[in-house]
């Protein structure tokens, strides 16, 4: 990742939780399973949910009032377009030759006759969007997921899917693209990316923050569940499950 991708990490880190989940909201993980520095986790987690209410989730809520859904719906079907490479190449890697050929078709549809992934008419052809990173390729192989990890701002991880993350920067085609307003860009890029996502579940993770008798062990559950639904490849959409 270049060095501008790293600040749009930390500024995207903000997010603490992108996504959310259709599994009850009271889910608790056990509290010292694969956890051995969860005192450490859980100042790192504390710290970013005051940030997050501090910052993102009042953010989150004026950009879901002034900008109309279907503007938010084409930014989303943009910015998903643009992982494209990245899902391609895991896909590749991971062999699933087809799940490939699914993503290679959408990024063609999309970039085209989609006008640049505006509207996804892949999708409305029947062919749904999947994810997949190097941190699920990497569990394919046989890795372990180490420890669990709250990374300072950066949220929820392990250090399979840190190592993840940082390959597939490697893995999207913009990072060595090289123009003047490139920094604002991919600054613009990110910051918009988890607006949207985190203004798409603001209810459910209240709901969740909510219910939960300890809110630390429900994101970390949460999170475990949804990267072993990934791995398995099972149905995954933004709305559903969590996409830390």
Known sequence: MSISKVIMAALAAVT??????????????????????EPFNRVMFNATLALDKAVLRPTALVYRRIVPEPVRNSLRNFLNNLDSPIIFTNDVLQG???????????????????????????????????????????????????PYLFIPLLGPSNPRDAVG???????????????????????????VDYTDLRARNIETLDEIEKTSLDFYASVRSLYRQSRNNEISNGATEVQDLPDF
């Open 16 to 37: 603490l939780l992108a996504g959310c989940a259709s599994m009850p909201a009271t889910v608790e993980g056990p509290q010292d399973v694969n956890d051995p520095i």
């Open 165 to 191: 993350w940082t390959a597939d920067i490697f893995f999207d085609p913009l990072t060595y693209v090289q123009w003047r307003e490139k920094f604002w860009y991919q600054t613009g890029r990110w910051a």
């Open 96 to 146: 699933e030759f087809n799940r490939a050929g699914v993503t290679l078709l959408r990024f063609g549809a999309n970039s085209t006759v989609g006008l640049g992934g505006v509207v996804d008419v892949a999708k409305r052809w029947g062919y749904m969007r999947h994810y997949e990173d190097f941190g699920q390729t990497l569990a394919v192989y046989g890795v372990s997921e180490g």
